[in-house]
């Protein structure tokens, strides 16, 4: 996740100071991942010095300082948003590397991991489900995609275990 871009998106909103990105961010990502207000300063700093934002006042005081979006930090965050999200090499994912030593190693049970996980994913799956059908259409939209997001990638996930499983069924087989 890009914490950078997220800060520059809502900077190109309005300016404003490091405790509104942290509540903005959270906002827009329907509290799904919290935000450090340290990290949002620390990330302004190096916003700042490489000339993507610029504080609207002298004040020494980082917590104090409405930051602004600068012309160089508005060509950036339109590239980034004309830039596709690659999942090429795909990031680290504890499940599959889990499966895949479980797998290799043959000293854990697999079938009582790809159990377990299913449960886990699937009670997820209905409480997602069970949001989305309390949510407001018209006033969380944020909150919806996050919910749908979460849903299909529970989806994904089960089916995968369904194929890990029929892997290991067609190689007993053999």
Known sequence: MSIKHSLLALLAEQPTHGYGLK???????????????GQVY???????????VAPESDTEDTAQKT?????????????????????????????????????????ADLHAILDAQRAVTMAGLQAHTRLKAKADPEGDLAWLLMLDALVVKAEAELRWLDLVELRLAERKAR
């Open 67 to 107: 930051w602004t979006l600068t012309d160089r930090g508005a060509r950036c965050l339109e590239e980034w948003f004309a830039q596709p999200v690659s999942n090429d090499p795909p990031e680290r994912d504890e499940l599959s590397i889990k499966v895949l030593l479980a797998a290799g190693a043959g000293r």
């Open 23 to 37: 509540a903005g961010f959270e906002q827009h990502t329907a509290t799904t991942w919290p935000l450090n207000v």
């Open 42 to 52: 620390t990330t302004l700093r190096r916003l700042e010095r490489d000339g993507l």
